[in-house]
């Protein structure tokens, strides 16, 4: 059974950071795109962050740039998003996702891209 499991999320002051996992099992992604959306209350779920098996390549949400970072190990097949700067519009659900290779050519937006996802952590920040 494939899972994709977040965790790290919590309560933090503006300013602050932290640091989300998303540890798959079930099958190795090593060859998957993996990526975190992230859906605030009352508002659609929207594209944080994402990264091709290799590591080279690497996309953000504008909101995120230069704030968070999106990294994974193959080895542990998890994939993690250091979170930097924290704002209180980064109050959400955070969610990852994994892509089969055979849809690299889609939009790592498009939420079709993708076979599993997990069932979210919650981020809040406190202003």
């Known amino acids: 059974q494939v899972q994709l499991v977040e965790s790290g999320g919590g309560l933090v002051q503006a300013g602050g950071s932290l640091r989300l996992s998303c540890a798959a099992s079930?099958?190795?992604?090593?060859?998957?795109?993996m990526s975190w959306f992230r859906q605030a209350p009352g508002k659609e779920r929207e594209f944080v962050a994402a990264?091709?098996?290799?590591?080279?390549?690497?996309y953000y949400a504008d909101s995120v740039k230069g704030r968070f970072t999106i990294s994974r190990d193959n080895v542990k097949n998890t994939v993690y998003l250091q979170m930097n700067s924290l704002k209180p519009e980064d109050t959400a659900d955070y969610y990852c996702?994994?892509?089969?290779?055979?849809?690299?050519?889609?939009?790592?937006?498009?939420?079709?891209?993708?076979?599993?996802w997990g069932q979210g952590t919650q981020v809040t920040v406190s202003s």
């Open positions: 990264i091709r098996w290799s590591g080279r390549n690497i």
């Open positions: 079930g099958r190795t992604f090593s060859f998957w795109t």
């Open positions: 996702a994994a892509a089969p290779p055979d849809r690299d050519s889609y939009s790592s937006t498009d939420s079709n891209k993708y076979d599993y």
